[in-house]
């Protein structure tokens, strides 16, 4: 099973301010095998990014993913007050396709 | 517009059986995949496993293996997670999405279960 670690697991940080967060797997991920996903409180989570670096519909372009293999990144450029959430990271590269334990983003 | 409809939150005793459901509409239904995604009180998504609703090809995850059953009945559009012998640690939000190329695209609201003697 492949395993998702998600750094840090908590980040206090300003509206305004840019943020980058941190999935490592594991083992070997296919970019076209990594998505991450955003959930608020009492919601269900929400597809941001696919393929690693691909928004999903109607995701704003402050959001963008990157890296390849094991390391792999999601960056908020300019952090909005609804953007104040958990983000999960998962993979598709070997069933179970596992999810991160998540990053909660908190406001300052 | 593609909706994910589950069925309303539960409360059960343990060792009682339960059968919740996720209806698919505004897409061909079976030519996807539909996964479920366990959500334990104040803890992170766990990916339980898929069913493809064309032929109920399915996937589980070793950690729900024998512990869940999930089905599919294309003929209205539905996906069931079903347990025969509910537990205490079987409380938690149990969300069904649509899974395609590897990710979960929409998802339902989310079903409550709530397991208590």
């Known amino acids: 099973e492949i395993v998702l670690t998600q750094s840090p697991g908590t980040l206090s940080l300003s509206p305004g301010e840019r943020v980058i967060l941190s999935c490592r797997a594991s083992?070997?991920?296919?970019?076209?095998?990594l998505a991450w996903y955003q959930q608020k409180p009492g919601q269900a989570p929400r597809l941001l990014i696919y393929?690693?670096?691909s928004r999903a519909t109607g995701i704003p372009d402050r959001f963008s993913g990157g890296g390849s293999g094991t390391g792999f990144t999601l960056t908020i450029g300019r952090l909005e007050p609804e953007d104040f959430a958990v983000y999960y990271c998962q993979q598709c590269a070997d069933s179970p396709y596992t999810f991160g334990q998540g990053t909660k983003l908190e406001i300052k | 517009e593609v909706q994910l409809v589950q069925s309303g939150a539960e409360v059960k005793k343990p060792g009682e059986s339960l059968k919740i459901s996720c209806k698919g509409s505004g897409y061909s239904f079976t030519d996807y995949w539909i996964g479920w995604v366990r959500q334990m009180p104040g803890k992170g998504l766990e990916w339980m496993g898929i069913i493809y609703a064309g032929d109920s090809d399915a996937r589980n995850s070793p950690s729900f293996q024998g512990q869940v059953i999930i089905s599919v009945d294309k003929s209205i559009s539905t996906a069931y997670l079903q347990w025969s012998s509910l537990k205490a640690s079987d409380t938690a939000m149990y969300y069904c999405?649509?899974?395609?190329?590897?990710?979960?695209?929409?998802w339902g609201q989310g079903t409550l279960l709530t397991v208590s003697s």
């Open positions: 083992q070997s991920v296919s970019s076209s095998c």
């Open positions: 393929g690693a670096s």
């Open positions: 999405a649509r899974f395609v190329s590897g990710m979960f695209d929409f």
